[in-house]
Structures are given as C-alpha cells and as structure tokens.
C-alpha cells in the first residue's frame, strides 16, 4: 500500500496540523518520504473519546471474539508482506533478517494473548457462597472477577519497531485485557507504525469492533505523549524508552486528579557476574559469548550487558584481553537514529575521559554516518562504588568491566546496583556457593536471573519476566513481556448478593466460560 502520512484516528485517516515528521535513514542519513504532521491536543481528545466510547462493549466482548481479533491482527500484519520489512529496514538501517524475525515475535505473540484470553484464567474468578447459617454473624454471597483498566495509552519503542510498537506487547497485552488502545508512534519509524496501524485498523472493522478500539497519533517534542497521558480517558500507559521519558510521563500521570499507572521500561545496563571456576574452566567461550550478546543489534537491547564483575585475578585479565581482542575485530553496526547515536557517542566519550577507567579495545569504525564503534573499558570496583557515572547506561555496544579484590566487594557491588531487567550468573559447580550469596541480592535486584547463558533474546511465554525495580522500570511488580503482562491492565470487581439477573455471565452458577474458579477457597474446573 502507498504510506499517506496519516494519524488513525478510529476508522479514519487524519492529516495533522503540527510540525512535520520525516523519518531519516540511518544508514544513508536521507530523509524519507511522506512527512507525518504531528497532531495537537485536538486529535489526542477524539481518538481518546472514541476509545472511552468503544471500552464498555469491548470489554464485555466474549473470550472467543476477543481472541479471533487478536489473531485477525497477526492475519493482517503478515498480509502486509515484504512492503513492511523494507519500510522497517529503510527507517531504522536494521538487517532485513532482524526486521523478519520482529514481526514473526510481533504475530507470535498476539497469538499467545489470544490462547491466555480463551483460557480465561486471567479473570481470576472466585466464589464464596452465601452461609446464611454462619455464627457469629453470616456471610452473604461474594463472587469476583478481574474487569480492564480502561482505554491505554501506549508508546511504541525506538528499538523495536514492531515487537514493542503499534502491534507490540503492550497493545496485545493491553486489547487482550479488554482495553482500547491509542498508540504514540515513535518518529524514527512513522511509515512502518502507518503500515501496521491499518493492518489493526482492518482488523477491528473485519471484527465489527467499535471504531475507537484502536487509534495511531504521530507528534514531534512531547506535548502530545504528555496530553495523551493527562486526557481524562486514559487509565494506564505502556513506555518504552528513556528514563528521563518515562518519569517525565510518570510525573504527568501522577499529577492528575485521578492518577493512573505507569508501566514503563527505562534503563538498565544487566550485569554479568563472573565467578571464578567458571572462568578458570572456559573463560574464552565466555569472552566470546559475552562480545556476541553485546555486539547484538549494535547493542541497542534494554537488555544488553553493559557491565560484568569478576574477581582479579590471571584469568579475569585473560578474559578482558579475549573480549579486547573480539571487540577490535567487531564491525560497526548502524545506530537506529541520529539521535541514539548522539547520545552513545556522549556515553562512550564519558568514559573515555575518565582517569579512572581504562579502555581496553574499541572496535571497527565503518562508514555508516551513524555507525555503533563497539567499546570495551575496565574499572577497580572502588572507582565503582564511589563514582555514580559508571554506573548510568551506555546504549549500545559498549561495556565496563569492573575488577573486584574478592568475593566481598563483589558482593558490594551487587548491593551497590540500581534496579535491572536482569543479572548474569557465569558459574560451573565450584562456583555455587559463591552464586547462592548473591542469588539474594540478585532477587531484589532483577527481574530475571540466568545461570550460563546471556540476556540478550527475550522469550515471549507464559513464564518471562521482562521488569524490575526502578529504574528497570516503573512498576517491578509487573511484566512487559510474556503472557503476565495482561495483569498490568485489570483491576478486580467484587459482586456482593447481586441478583443471578445482573450477574456477569463470567461469574453465573453454570460457568458458562467453562473457566477454572475458586469457589469456596477449592479449585473448581
């Protein structure tokens, strides 16, 4: 289809009137065409009226409606066919290969929240029958069920164009909850968000849904993602990006006369804990593994190692002059924008100036205008501890080795650690006494702990946690990733003696969702 550089507002194609949007080619710095004129407090009002208007039927859809749109949204977005992988590739300079596997991740996990939607387990449905006969006093009858939050506003990333975008985890999460969505489309990628904007938008008019179930702004500066989080209809936002973003947005959100949640990912520079056997055992393989995770996608993943602690000793300096040597021989990548270029250029430069970090290796330069140098630097762990600077994220594929003088300041260092998606455990069985005294600390730390492997590569299931506490993110109770994240978007309702007539049909006598409950305090169905 030929890209019109519109805002989708419900079921129409809307011309805004703000300042122009161009999407820039990162690899060749050109500017591509249409332009996207933002829209202004206007167009922010009427997608979210219309989405107040959809959210009482769209809530109340049944299980199987509600799973087939999601399912018809995938359908849609796989129609669009190879028109969208060569969008994607031209505005963010991503391999097409990359831009592929997202929109498999995109369809696939959409598919995942309509399967969590059939089963309905996320009504969390329970029952305590009336006991009119109780002493002291009786019970009346109680019965609950988890209802949506209300319409969602949800910023699409920078990183992922797809994945964590128009059609990414908070849109599916947020629709599969019953919530109608109004998306903030990131400006590095407008054409791409266009092309699976209307794959949504058909999918809610073959659905016969109300047209304000889903909408698409566009909008330059902040004032749009701030008035799209202060409109009165908005009940909870979904962000990806920055921390300086995201509390801007939490700030807004909490402001309000009714404040309202935030889930937003934010910052985090995943530690990678070396411990001893294991590097004594295998330190090149890890070398290797650790420069591949971290060249990944020129190092733009929220979950990228930016920094690994082990002991000093012969074979942490082994390890360091390993990875040294791999990051040399890396290649530049292309950054996503000009801007998330700028700013790991300012990171590295940070820790290039600093006269108590080392720098070990950097990489190719390339000739991309917006080319990722990978960079390797070493750090004492007393710098560390004193130094608030190392320990602020660099996005993209540089990392900070910190050199600890024994197991005690390695475990400072753990305390000493901001809130992360993740933390990294390199061990063999020697090593596992040393692994079970951080485990605890790791636990309060992060949201998700490996042994052996490394972060980069989130798998969409039904046990992921993709959060942590701040400044991970903004809620560490949730999850962005995974089929959890439906909770983000729920409140439970308790019905008390309400007449079988007013009864929702999920809560009736004879279940009708044929849905698992707790009734009494016993696990039915």
């Known amino acids: 289809m030929t890209l019109q550089g519109s805002l989708l507002i419900g079921q129409q194609a809307v011309t805004g009137s703000e300042a122009e949007i161009y999407a820039i080619n990162p690899a060749t710095g050109e500017a591509l065409a249409p332009n996207y004129r933002g829209g202004n407090h206007v167009e922010v009002d009427k997608a979210c009226q219309l989405a107040e208007a959809a959210f009482d039927h769209y809530r109340e859809t049944s299980l199987e409606t509600r799973a087939r749109f999601l399912e018809t949204i995938a359908e849609e977005i796989e129609a ?9 590739v031209a505005e963010t300079g991503l391999p097409q290969a990359r831009l592929e596997g997202e929109r498999g991740r995109t369809c696939g996990q959409l ?17 305590d029958p009336a006991m009119p006969e109780r002493q002291p006093l009786p019970r009346t009858d109680l019965r609950q069920r988890h209802i949506a939050l209300g319409p969602v506003a949800v910023f699409g990333a920078s990183n992922f164009p797809l994945a964590f975008s128009v059609a990414g985890g908070d849109t599916a999460s947020a629709l599969a909850a019953g919530c109608p969505v109004v998306v903030k489309g990131h400006s590095a990628h407008p054409g791409t968000s266009e092309l699976v904007g209307r794959a949504i938008q058909r999918a809610v008019a073959k659905c016969d849904l109300p047209d304000g179930v889903f909408s698409l702004l566009f909008g330059s500066g902040n004032e749009i993602g701030q008035a799209l989080v202060a409109n009165p209809h908005i009940k909870a936002v979904g962000f990806t990006g920055s921390r300086r973003g995201g509390t801007a947005l939490m700030a807004t959100a909490h402001a309000r006369p009714d404040p309202i949640p935030v889930y937003a990912e934010m910052s985090s520079i995943n530690p990678v804990f070396l411990l001893p056997e294991a590097l004594k055992a295998r330190g090149d393989k890890i070398a290797e593994g650790f420069v591949g995770s971290l060249n990944m996608g020129a190092g733009q993943f929220c979950t990228n190692p930016g920094l690994v602690i082990g002991i000093k000793s012969a074979e942490l300096d082994a390890f360091v002059t390993a990875a040294g040597e791999a990051v040399k021989g890396s290649a530049a990548q292309t950054m996503l924008t000009p801007g998330i270029h700028d700013a790991y250029q300012n990171g590295v430069s940070t820790l290039a100036s600093k006269s108590n970090v080392k720098e070990i290796a950097r990489g190719q330069t390339g000739d991309s205008p917006h080319g990722c140098q990978p960079g390797l630097f070493v750090a004492s762990a007393s710098d560390f501890l004193t130094d608030e600077d190392l320990q602020s994220e660099v996005f993209g594929a540089t990392a900070l080795v910190i050199e600890c003088r024994d197991s005690d300041e390695m475990q400072r260092i753990a305390e000493h650690l901001e809130g992360q998606l993740t933390a990294t455990l390199q ?28 972060p980069t590569g989130v798998e969409v299931c039904h046990a992921m946690v993709h959060g942590g506490p701040y400044p991970a993110t903004s809620d560490s109770r949730t999850t962005s990733v995974g089929s959890a994240a439906i909770y983000r978007f729920l409140r439970p309702v308790c019905y008390q003696n309400l007449p079988a007539g007013l ?20 696990r039915e169905g």
């Open 80 to 88: 669009v066919g190879e028109a969208l992988t060569e969008r994607g």
């Open 111 to 127: 598919r995942l929240f309509a399967s969590v939607v059939r089963a309905g387990e996320w009504l969390d449905l329970r029952h």
């Open 427 to 454: 061990m063999d069985d020697g090593d596992l006494e040393s692994a079970r005294q951080l485990l605890p600390t790791l636990e309060r730390k992060a949201g998700r702990i490996l042994a052996n492997g490394w």
């Open 503 to 522: 009864l929702p049909e999920a809560l009736q006598d004879n279940n009708p969702f044929n849905v698992s409950r707790l009734v009494d305090g016993k």
